[in-house]
Nanobody, 120 residues
Framework: VQLVESGGGSVQAGGSLRLSCAAS????????MGWYRQAPGKQRELVAS????????NYADSAKGRFSISRDNTKNTIYLQMNSLKPEDTAVYYC??????????????WGQGTQVTVSS
């Protein structure tokens, strides 16, 4: 499994960015994909996720109403549209893929991360 993120950068508060994560490998056994972020000195936290079956989504409270996660199954890619960005959104954003392992366990895969910097 390889996850390649793109789309990070620097914007001013109130601006928008769109992150992309292209996944390689089989789509079998994928449970969900999502975006996490980690700011300096803080733990990695979930931003948004999307289930493989049905496409249900889940958002952190901080992301609700501003961020939108979507997927393109034909490209095996997920996106995170981020609007009304705030300085506190500054972090490294990581793409995550969660699979069901051979013994029913969760196996998590991560991208290399992309920096998002929001200036006030």
């Amino acid at each position: 499994v390889q996850l390649v993120e793109s789309g990070g950068g620097s914007v001013q508060a109130g601006g928008s960015l769109r992150l992309s994560c292209a996944a390689s490998g089989s789509t079998f056994s994928i449970n969900a994909m999502g975006w996490y972020r980690q700011a300096p000195g803080k733990q990695r936290e979930l931003v948004a996720s999307i289930r493989s079956g049905g496409g249900s989504t889940n958002y952190a409270d901080s992301a609700k109403g501003r961020f939108s996660i979507s997927r393109d199954n034909t490209k095996n890619t997920i996106y995170l549209q981020m609007n009304s960005l705030k300085p506190e959104d500054t972090a490294v954003y990581y793409c995550n893929q969660r699979r069901v392992g051979r013994y029913g366990q969760w196996d998590d895969y991560w991208g290399q991360g992309t920096q998002v910097t929001v200036s006030s």
